[in-house]
């Protein structure tokens, strides 16, 4: 079982806009930033945004992140068929054993 | 480009070690703390623990603790991840990452796929 909480799946059509939920708590989404990570079929992950809301170079800006509290989501708009992919979350959290968490994954399905 | 290559795909018997290494290229690998991320057939990321390839100092998900060992050659660049004590759960894929920035995994290895089986 995850610590961040996802949806396991989503689905939508070209061009419909999407968002996945990521939820923590105040050791881990409350206290630090959160980071999306998009795994195509079979490759490694990727880093999406970092920072809550911030787009590394490269990065469409159909994609975007937001935080509150200790909760995160993640938008896609302008759906597109390469968009097909796991997403997941992931924050640092400060409890008694510090470490990396992730949510579970989030797959997306364009429809 | 920054860039991490792993080792290739090993097969091991339970109760056996595997030690994977991951050589990074294209910026100064003391300068980076680096992650080592594994994900089961089928399942999402799991975290395994953190080295600074400064200094040698390592982290462990205490799920690993006692398990897993952490080393870094600055001579080569290369961070190594040993995992001992095998067992069928143990298979998976196994990915380093660089902290970029603040936890911020980036850029990944390519995975090493590590079976475990009789």
Same mark, same amino acid.
């Given at each position: 079982?995850?610590?961040?909480?996802?949806?396991p799946? $989503?689905?939508?059509?070209?061009?419909?806009?999407?968002?996945?939920?990521?939820?923590?708590?105040?050791?881990?989404?409350?206290?630090?930033?959160v980071?999306?990570?998009?795994?195509l079929?079979? !490759? $490694?992950?990727?880093?999406?945004?970092?920072?809550?809301?911030?787009?590394?170079?490269?990065?469409?800006?159909r994609?975007s992140?937001?935080?509150?509290? !200790?909760?995160?989501?993640?938008?896609?708009?302008?759906?597109?068929?390469?968009?097909? $992919?796991?997403?997941?979350?992931?924050?640092?959290?400060?409890?008694?054993?510090?470490?990396?968490?992730?949510?579970?994954?989030?797959?997306?399905?364009?429809? | 480009?920054?860039?991490?290559?792993?080792?290739?795909?090993?097969?091991?018997?339970?109760?056996?070690?595997?030690?994977?290494?991951?050589?990074?290229?294209?910026?100064?690998? !003391?300068?980076?703390?680096m992650?080592?991320?594994?994900?089961?057939?089928g399942?999402?990321?799991?975290?395994?623990?953190?080295?600074?390839?400064s200094g040698?100092?390592?982290?462990? $998900?205490?799920?690993?603790?006692?398990?897993?060992?952490?080393?870094r050659?600055?001579?080569?660049?290369?961070?190594?991840?040993?995992?001992?004590?095998?067992?069928?759960?143990?298979?998976?894929?196994?990915?380093?990452?660089?902290?970029?920035v603040?936890?911020?995994?980036?850029?990944?290895?390519?995975?090493?796929?590590? !079976?475990?089986?009789?």
């Open positions: 079982q995850s610590v961040l909480t996802q949806p799946s $989503a689905s939508g059509t070209p061009g419909q806009r999407v968002t996945i939920s990521c939820s923590g708590s105040s050791s881990n989404i409350g206290s630090n930033t980071n999306w990570y998009q795994q079929p079979g !490759t $490694a992950p990727k880093l999406l945004i970092y920072s809550n809301n911030q787009r590394p170079s490269g990065v469409p800006d994609f992140g937001s935080k509150s509290g !200790t909760s995160a989501s993640l938008a896609i708009s302008g759906l597109q068929s390469e968009d097909e $992919a796991d997403y997941y979350c992931a924050a640092w959290d400060d409890s008694l054993n510090a470490q990396e968490v992730f949510g579970g994954g989030t797959k997306l399905t364009v429809l | 480009q920054v860039q991490l290559v792993q080792s290739g795909a090993e097969v091991k018997k339970p109760g056996a070690s595997v030690k994977v290494s991951c050589k990074a290229s294209g910026y100064t690998f !003391t300068s980076y703390y992650h080592w991320v594994r994900q089961a057939p399942q999402g990321l799991e975290w395994m623990g953190i080295i600074n390839p040698g100092s390592t982290s462990y $998900a205490q799920k690993f603790q006692g398990r897993v060992t952490m080393t050659d600055t001579s080569t660049s290369t961070v190594y991840m040993e995992l001992s004590s095998l067992r069928s759960e143990d298979t998976a894929v196994y990915y380093c990452a660089r902290d970029w603040a936890a911020t995994l980036d850029p990944w290895g390519q995975g090493t796929l590590v !079976t475990v089986s009789s």
